[in-house]
């Protein structure tokens, strides 16, 4: 490749992927490009000579009568070759198009085309390191590409040439070290992309953009220099309606309902003795605005006001959007930052002596690659911005901070640190944001939160269950059992498998280690079977029917007994702790020695040492839990609920000892003591009008609140309708197979010809994963793209990837209920496949359910009913977010219109929201209705 290089973006339709069993060509496009510069383009359609599948047709939108007349591949294979001979081939994928095309060729005696070859996809992957998705049409969006006819091979070898160049431009105006250095790492690029690199490692430096500095051999992005806090506001807070107009007007519309608001807290904190306080602020009121506004007035630059969110989605959402929307309004200079672990962020001085090691394992290069250029972009270094599908990757923990010590002054990128800067954006903002469960494990860190601070808990209701979970842990069972396994399988394993031990035969003194930490797993391994054996003999025997729960048996433990059986083992859970440390210490040895020895290996031998740092990253996590159970077990709560799970074969191995905080009033009364009266706010807090429920679950009942309840601007009756289908099988009748089969059959039904952006609502995963297997079984999945929590990625990306899809469909229980913001056209459809009751059956539930029994009241009505309640309104929640939306709400639970309790908790759904009882066949017809009748 030289400057003078013609590059050919060549873009294929086929009949299908697989062109060894027949697959054709049907459209060839072409764009030369030279110079950075469109110079040429070819387009045609090609008689396939077969039948072409409907779904191929419908998506490329070509005729089965204009094919016919087009040439066949014989009768143009000259011309492309002639096309395409002395230029440098690129596709999005060229490993696809670039072998079909030679196959091709092949079989009509041309012979293959031997060209240097490029790939968009590893291209984009690399210089945009924060893209959501790597798709044609995904990236064509973020770079404003304009892309009218997706699918067409003249349209999208366009666009693809067009990001071709747009990435060529970002490659070449990177600092010379950054492209050095990619270089360096992209050795196992696809094809010759290797080479792309290298050609622009070798051009001139060029002067450094004033955003981006060196340190140590690293371009990085200069960070916004921190301010002090804000001073005293020269404004008086708008007390009027008219003062508050003022303000916001006319970027914002005026709600009197979020004025209300506003006053509530800030002439509570005005007052002499302010009170905590309960908001219900009803979707669309302009919570998050309505209760930053009257803090900016208060904080006077002396006070922090930290804001607890459910998710880091919408912690972003506040700092990126929230807070510069008030300055602007106010024309203020509100700061506001990200409170989070440091494990977070990327520690500079690890990052650069991983660079000076090349990994032969492609996926760690190419995150090297996507690091170095992210760098340029970044000034938090926080790994979220990448949104990768999950951050397993072992070379994550080898290059974030580890705890929360400051590095010291003297260090290497002492002045760049990321950690560093985080920790001082946090000393010096206004607003500190943070989520629930990191709150409500450092409540009273003054490291983190000063005492006095003013607190806000937006998303409340969310607040216990975040809180219950950051609590839990869990030690020994399957997954420790399994981990082992793996471990001793890749390190000595048997004689059909290639091993580590097997790798370094030649290596005495690294085969010593590997086996010797394959004894001392098995030590470790033994020790841990025999202390399950041992409470499994004191507390799983005799068991009974009653104590089954989804395939496993269940045991609460009493505290006293639990302390003597502790006391009995104490040697042995030390000893246990003293073989996985000692286990650790060799795997850290094995790891450097490997280091050396893979220069050596097959690529394939490689994967071996990735899949053992994996594992290693397992025992170090193992490490942790011990530590951490073993100090709760030490400290006995009365608040804290231990039991034990054993599967209901009996097996030993799968045993497990569960701890979890059984209620949150300690961490309750830790919010309302280290802060300032705190508010708690959100869109369903109230059950009947009323917050005793939401106060039972924080622990706060004896706690004097002052409560309001503001309500939604929208005007449900033209925005949304609920569609109750009254002919499904029965929640206790059927299987859950059966009801997967059911929920499957009414989405197939609903969208086949419906293809709005569509949110179903779960109530398991495990009912997640069987809906969408068989999803995949239908014609769904050629006509919407299908996110499933849990399957397709994490929660994070499948909502990001999800809110720029157009026809999606997205599986999701849990945080999907609620705290997810997808407006207008991003979120017309929410389906409930069944409704939010939690299972009574699992300890935690059932603990809290004895202490109401034990309190002469019905576990159902107390606390049941009242918690799924909540949830649906949630659910209904997530469908109208702006004053322009329209949606349906779709149950598919028969119960909801059968039952008691269904009826009521319809009622809890605004009453202006038209309510309709349908069977599964009028379905469709009924939403289509509602869709035709608004536009």
Request: aromatic content about 10%.
């Amino acid at each position: 490749m030289n400057k003078d290089s013609v590059y050919a973006i060549v873009d294929l339709e086929t009949t299908g992927t697989n062109v060894q069993k027949g697959d054709r060509i049907i459209q060839f496009g072409c764009v030369l490009v030279q110079h950075g510069q469109i110079i040429d383009q070819l387009a045609f359609d090609v008689n396939p000579e077969r039948s072409v599948p409907s779904a191929i047709l419908q998506l490329t939108h070509l005729t089965t009568k204009r094919l016919a007349v087009a040439p066949y591949f014989e009768d143009v294979a000259t011309t492309i070759r002639q096309l395409l001979q002395q230029t440098v081939f690129v596709a999005h994928n060229v490993n696809f198009d670039y072998p079909f095309l030679n196959a091709e060729l092949q079989r009509v005696g041309q012979p293959a085309l031997n060209l240097a070859a490029i790939d968009t996809v590893e291209l984009a992957q690399v210089l945009l390191p924060t893209a959501i998705s790597y798709r044609l049409r995904d990236l064509t969006k973020l770079l404003a590409i304009e892309h009218t006819n997706p699918h067409q091979a003249d349209s999208d070898a366009l666009v693809t040439a067009k990001l071709f160049i747009a990435l060529t431009q970002r490659l070449a105006q990177l600092p010379l070290v950054t492209r050095q250095a990619l270089a360096k790492c992209a050795v196992y690029a696809v094809r010759q992309t290797s080479d792309y690199f290298d050609y622009y490692a070798q051009q001139s430096a060029g002067k450094l953009p004033d955003y981006l500095y060196i340190s140590h051999g690293l371009a990085l992005r200069k960070k916004r220099t921190a301010t002090t806090r804000l001073t005293v506001p020269t404004k008086n807070y708008p007390q009027t309606d008219a003062e508050k107009k003022h303000y916001l007007q006319p970027l914002l519309k005026w709600r009197k309902t979020q004025g209300k608001m506003m006053d509530a807290i800030y002439f509570n904190f005005t007052h002499e003795q302010p009170q905590p306080l309960i908001l219900e602020a009803a979707t669309g009121l302009g919570k998050s605005l309505g209760y930053l506004l009257p803090f900016s007035f208060l904080l006077q630059g002396k006070r922090q006001l930290v804001v607890s969110t459910a998710t880091a989605v919408l912690q972003a959402q506040f700092v990126q959007q929230t807070v510069p929307l008030l300055n602007q309004l106010l024309d203020m200079n509100l700061t506001a930052a990200i409170v989070k672990s440091p494990q977070h962020y990327i520690d500079l001085a690890k990052f650069k002596q991983a660079l000076q090691t090349t990994d032969r394992l492609k996926p760690v290069q190419l995150l090297k690659m996507q690091l170095l250029v992210w760098l340029t972009m970044t000034t938090t270094g926080d790994f979220t911005e990448l949104h990768l599908a999950n951050y397993q990757a072992p070379l994550f923990a080898q290059i974030c901070h580890y705890n929360q010590d400051i590095v010291s002054a003297e260090a290497p990128f002492a002045a760049d640190d990321f950690w560093r800067a985080a920790r001082q954006r946090q000393q010096q903002a206004d607003v500190l944001v943070t989520n629930h469960a990191f709150l409500s494990q450092h409540a009273v860190d003054t490291t983190f939160f000063p005492k006095e601070s003013y607190l806000v808990v937006d998303e409340a209701q969310q607040f216990p269950a975040a809180a219950t979970k950051a609590s839990g842990h869990q030690l020994m069972g399957d997954t420790i059992t399994l981990l082992l396994k793996h471990l001793h399988q890749l390190l000595a394993g048997n004689s059909a498998q290639t091993t580590l031990a097997k790798l370094v035969e030649a290596a005495p003194l690294v085969h010593y280690t590997v086996m010797s930490l394959d004894y001392g797993l098995s030590e470790f391994e033994q020790l841990l079977i025999h202390l399950q054996g041992q409470l499994n003999e004191s507390f799983m025997q005799p068991l009974t029917s009653s104590q089954r729960a989804g395939g496993y048996f269940e045991q609460v433990l009493d505290n006293h007994a639990l302390a003597n059986w502790l006391q009995e083992n104490r040697g042995s859970c030390r000893k246990l702790y003293q073989l996985l440390n000692n286990c650790l210490l060799l795997s850290n040895k094995l790891s450097s020695q490997l280091l050396m020895q893979q220069v050596q290996w097959l690529k394939s031998e490689q994967k071996i040492w990735l899949t053992f740092n994996q594992y290693v990253q397992g025992l170090v996590t193992l490490r942790q839990q011990l530590q951490t159970v073993f100090t709760l077990l030490n400290q006995p709560d009365q608040g804290q609920l231990v039991w034990l799970t054993l599967k209901d074969n009996g097996d030993v191995a799968s045993l497990a000892l569960h701890l979890s905080r059984l209620d949150i009033a300690p961490i309750s009364q830790q919010l309302l003591t280290h802060f300032a009266p705190p508010v708690f706010t959100g869109a369903t807090l109230s059950v009947d009008h009323r917050f005793t429920y939401f106060k039972q679950s924080m622990g706060v009942m004896a706690t004097q609140f002052v409560e309001k309840r503001f309500a939604s601007p929208f005007r449900y009756k033209r925005q949304a309708a609920l569609f109750a289908v009254t002919d499904g099988p029965g929640v206790r009748e059927a299987t859950t197979d059966d009801y997967a089969a059911y929920v499957a059959q009414a989405l197939v039904q609903l969208l086949q010809h419906n293809h709005r952006q569509t949110l179903v609502l779960f109530n398991s995963l495990q009912m997640i994963t069987a809906v969408y297997r068989m999803l995949l079984q239908t014609e769904l999945p050629k006509y919407h793209e299908i996110f499933a929590q849990g399957v397709t990625g994490s929660k994070e990306r499948i909502i990001k990837r999800f809110g720029i899809s157009e026809r999606g469909i997205l599986l999701g229980t849990g945080s999907f209920w609620a705290g997810i913001d997808l407006p207008k056209k991003a979120l017309e459809q929410v389906i409930i496949a069944r409704l939010p009751f939690a299972a009574p059956n699992d300890a935690l539930t059932k603990a809290r359910y004895q202490k109401i029994e034990q309190a002469h009241q019905n576990p159902f009505f107390k606390a049941a009913l009242p918690q799924a309640t909540l949830k649906l309104r949630q659910g209904f929640g997530r469908l109208i977010r702006t004053s322009s939306d329209y949606g349906v709400l779709v149950i598919l639970d028969k119960r909801i219109m059968a039952t008691n309790y269904g009826k009521r908790m319809l009622k809890a759904l605004p009453t202006s929201l038209p309510k309709t009882a349908v069977s599964l066949s009028e379905l469709g017809s009924q939403v289509a209705q509602f869709f035709a009748a608004k536009v």
